[in-house]
Each structure stands twice: as C-alpha cells, then as structure tokens.
Nanobody, 120 residues
Framework: VQLQASGGGLVQAGGSLRLSCAAS????????MGWYRQARGKQRELVAT???????NYADFVMGRFTISRDNAKNTAYLQMNSLKPGDTAVYYC???????????????WGQGTQVTVSS
C-alpha cells in the first residue's frame, strides 16, 4: 500500500493550493484519511481528517480556510487550502487508516509529504 501526495508548491499569502493524496495497492477499505503538517523545528500536527462516511474534523487554526474531501471510488483525499498565510508553511503529510486485502485489522499509512511554502 502506498500513499502519494501531490499539489504542494510556492504561493503568495492569500493564495490557494489543492493537495491530493492517492492510496494504491491491495486495499480492502479505508476508514479515515487525513492531512498533517510539520513546520521546521516543530512537531507534526493535525490539519484535517475525513471518515469514509464524510465526517470531517479540522484543527482550530484552519478557521474555515481549508476544506478536506475524498473520493472513495478513487481512494483519494483532497485538501483545498484558501487564504493561505506564511504560518501555513510546512511539509504536509497525508495519512490513511487502511485495511489491506486479506487482513482483518486497520493500520496507519503515511505519504511522503509535500512542501507548501507561503510567501508574505
């Protein structure tokens, strides 16, 4: 099972980016998909999560600027980020809780991270 994150880049303050996270491999089902971020010198923190039923959870700092969504048929999650601030600069990691074919338990998987840089 692999998670491939994409969509990061350099944007000016106030701009927007859309991140994608595609899960591939022998996947039976995915329960939760989410995005986390880690700024230089800081711990990794939750940004947003979404369940397979579409229930969402956001960090307080998102404050209505970001929207997480997913396409269950494509095993893909998205993070639409608007009104970006320099403080949003970080490496963004996607996460998914996945049950593989032939297994009965769910396990955590992480993508490789995508850099988001917001200039002032």
């Amino acid at each position: 099972v692999q998670l491939q994150a994409s969509g990061g880049g350099l944007v000016q303050a106030g701009g927007s980016l859309r991140l994608s996270c595609a899960a591939s491999g022998q996947i039976f089902s995915i329960s939760v998909m989410g995005w986390y971020r880690q700024a230089r010198g800081k711990q990794r923190e939750l940004v947003a999560t979404i369940t397979n039923a579409g229930s969402t959870n956001y960090a307080d700092f998102v404050m209505g600027r970001f929207t997480i969504s997913r396409d269950n048929a494509k095993n893909t999650a998205y993070l639409q980020m608007n009104s970006l601030k320099p403080g949003d600069t970080a490496v963004y990691y996607c996460n998914a809780v996945i049950r593989r074919d032939g297994q009965v338990t769910y396990n955590d998987y992480w993508g490789q991270g995508t850099q988001v840089t917001v200039s002032s």
